[in-house]
């Protein structure tokens, strides 16, 4: 199962001649908030043992913070301002690691007055962040607000996971089960030009190999078929298959899922339908939908980008839930703004409707996915160009369909299919519950790539 660990090095600062007893005061706050954010998703490490009070104020300490991180092999910096800051200690630690890079402070609550300074931390921000730029240093920022408020934690969470989407980019291993369906000139790519700028690779796996695999996993009918066969038929409705097929189903999972961590692969895009179904004897579909509960999402159709969308679904989602590649498919046929989210049986179980009935039908599933917030992503290139198209809806109730499926409700669906239509994008998108709008942007921004929003400019319909 995915399980993201982000090393967070901690760096509080003031400047070195205000109060370090109010610096410390600050610091202590802010700490106790962020150690209880993700916790089982983020280490903290901080510089306790390495400047007085854990916070940095002087050029002395500097070469000892930077060590410990490189150390400690941090995937991201967070510089909270106790006070003003020292802008020098700030981008001369940023500069270094070259990392993404969390700017915040709390917000000030009194001025100055004859009798005290007060901390002026805003001030402090405004100074250090032109010094960043100066260095070359991507960084995030949250608002000047309160620790305690939800715009500070949010704000927090969200950085933690824009951290988990690029760390779990550098070094995919996408493994690409079989050549695209032969029709399907849509999802082309080119799978070369992904190594440099993300660090993408693909690992071709013939087909032949999974279903040699699965049919040896059947034939010697081992405890880990039998069980997964057991949970499988308690689960879902399969009474509509004969048992080879099922068995047959169950055991081509099982060989995927093998053939994946051997060549360390986390995703994958397969030749369902056109290559391994018909080499199987039997559809796949349970496989796409099993593996994503566990961790490691495919794409269906040897869709390389809908792979990489799912990456990045995955991270942004901490794997504390499964993410679905759905087609863009029907309008919804009383309401204007809905649309189908649907495929032939691949989404992950784990996300059906409590009330929806679980049947799995020629080998795809078929269910209704639940309510709640969605947010919708793809991500594709161009003409040497790459995009992150993304929008929030919820979902809707609707007419009941084949496969899997769910009805998404936006607040233009006329502006959707223009910019969708306009490309660069294809029918295949990506859906997460929860809303990620922010995440997104900001993972966009750190990659180089355009940002894509309904409310961005672009072509509109006759």
């Not at 699965?214 to 499988?232: G, H, T």
């Not at 995955?314 to 839930?321: D, P, V």
């Not at 992150?388 to 009805?407: D, I, N, Q, R, S």
Request: charged content about 25%; some cysteine.
């Amino acid at each position: 199962m995915y399980r993201p660990n982000i090393v967070l090095g901690v760096m509080p600062t003031k400047r070195g001649f205000l109060s370090m007893e109010e610096a410390k005061r600050q610091k202590d706050a802010f700490m106790a908030v962020i150690r209880s954010i993700k916790p089982k998703a983020v280490t903290i490490i901080d510089i306790d043992d390495l400047c007085e009070n854990g916070i940095a104020f002087d050029m002395e300490a500097v070469p000892r913070i930077i060590h410990t991180f490189k150390e400690a092999r941090i995937d991201a910096l967070f510089v909270p301002f106790c006070d003003f800051g020292e802008e020098s200690v700030v981008a001369t630690v940023a500069a270094a690691l070259a990392l993404p890079t969390l700017i915040w402070g709390n917000r000030d609550e009194t001025v100055n007055t004859d009798a005290s300074r007060g901390r002026d931390t805003q001030c402090g921000m405004f100074a250090a962040t032109k010094v960043l730029r100066r260095h070359g240093v991507m960084y995030s920022y949250i608002f000047n607000c309160e620790t305690g408020s939800d715009a500070f934690k949010s704000g927090f969470e969200r950085f933690i996971r824009v951290v988990a989407v690029l760390k779990d980019l550098r070094g995919l291993r996408i493994a690409k089960i079989g050549e695209r369906p032969q029709p399907f000139m849509s999802v082309m790519t080119n799978e070369a030009a992904l190594i440099q700028p993300f660090g993408i690779t693909t690992v071709p796996i013939a087909p032949e190999t999974i279903v040699k695999a699965a049919e040896q996993i059947r034939s010697e009918n081992r405890e880990e078929f039998q069980r997964y066969y057991a949970d499988v038929t308690a689960r879902m409705d399969t009474g509509a298959m004969e048992p080879l097929a099922v068995q047959k189903a169950v055991a081509f999972k099982l060989a995927t899922q093998q053939a994946m961590l051997e060549h360390g692969c986390t995703v994958a895009a397969m030749e369902c339908w056109s290559g391994c179904s018909r080499l199987l004897g039997a559809p796949v579909c349970l496989t796409l939908g099993e593996l994503a509960d566990q961790g490691l999402p495919i794409a269906c159709e040897t869709d390389i980008n809908g792979a990489i969308t799912l990456a990045m679904m995955r991270a942004c989602l901490l794997g504390e839930e499964a993410a679905f590649l759905a087609d863009l498919t029907v309008r919804h046929p009383q309401n204007d703004n809905a649309e189908l989210l649907w495929h032939c049986g691949p989404f992950p179980y784990s996300l059906k409707a409590p009330k929806s009935k679980a049947r799995l039908i020629d080998g795809q599933e078929r269910w209704e996915l639940k309510q709640g917030d969605l947010t919708l992503c793809r991500f594709d290139d161009i003409d040497g160009q790459y995009y992150l198209f993304a929008g929030e809806g919820k979902t809707t109730t609707g007419p009941e369909t084949t496969g899997t499926y769910v009805w998404l409700e936006v607040d233009d669906w006329k502006r959707w299919e223009e910019k969708l239509m306009f490309g660069p994008y294809i029918h295949h998108i990506g859906g997460m519950y929860g809303t990620f709008l922010p995440v997104l942007r900001e993972v966009s921004r750190y990659l180089g790539i355009r940002f894509d929003t309904v409310d961005s400019d672009g072509p509109r319909s006759l």
